[in-house]
């Protein structure tokens, strides 16, 4: 989309914002992608348990690496599947104090929550990355099944880095508010 084009749409915001909601929806786009991909995980997943099961109490013949493989794909994919479920309010919230405060009470809880997840992932994404890297200068493998463990643990800190790209995105729009009709009010609550 030509910025000309973005600027029309966005009620002729100044060209920098029309740059930032541009890249923000191409990130979010790019997150959707990334949730289906997570999806299909779950269902290999699923398979793979469901398999252990009937071999395991139908035909006797249990497996070692099922079990292992399910760890680190949930783990893989909770981490890759964050920044989508984030960046559509997904995620579990205490809304006891939220959900009964006025409109700019609700933006510095937003804004303070932004911080505090930012700086989380921020944290986590520098050491996982550190514990990937030790793997794969080690060639460490899992113990049951030999899988190496620096793809599984790479998705750590990949995920913390899209996590923390949609907490950015979220930050911007907080922003930004006109490129959003209201970015504070969450699905379901009312002025």
């Not at 793997?135 to 880095?161: E, H, N, W």
Request: hydrophobic share 45%; glycine share 8%; charged share 15%.
């Amino acid at each position: 989309m030509s910025t000309a084009t973005c600027r029309q749409k966005v009620c002729h915001h100044k060209e920098e914002e029309c740059t930032i909601k541009t890249v923000a929806d191409h990130l979010e786009k790019f997150f959707g992608q990334v949730s289906w991909i997570v999806g299909l995980g779950v269902i290999v997943m699923m398979a793979g348990v469901v398999r252990e099961a009937v071999g395991r109490y139908f035909f006797n013949s249990p497996t070692q690496w099922v079990i292992e493989l399910s760890g680190y794909l949930m783990v893989a994919l909770v981490f890759l599947g964050g920044a989508y479920t984030y960046l559509n309010d997904g995620h579990v919230r205490v809304d006891m104090i939220y959900l009964r405060s006025g409109r700019k009470v609700r933006r510095c809880l937003d804004f303070f929550g932004y911080l505090v997840v930012l700086s989380y992932s921020i944290v986590l994404m520098w050491q996982s990355w550190n514990m990937a890297w030790g793997s794969f200068g080690s060639k460490a493998t899992s113990m049951d099944a030999g899988i190496p463990l620096f793809p599984v643990q790479a998705t750590v800190p990949l995920g913390c880095l899209f996590l923390s790209v949609a907490v950015l995105i979220k930050i911007c729009r907080f922003f930004l508010p006109a490129t959003v009709p209201d970015a504070t009010t969450p699905k379901g609550v009312q002025e």
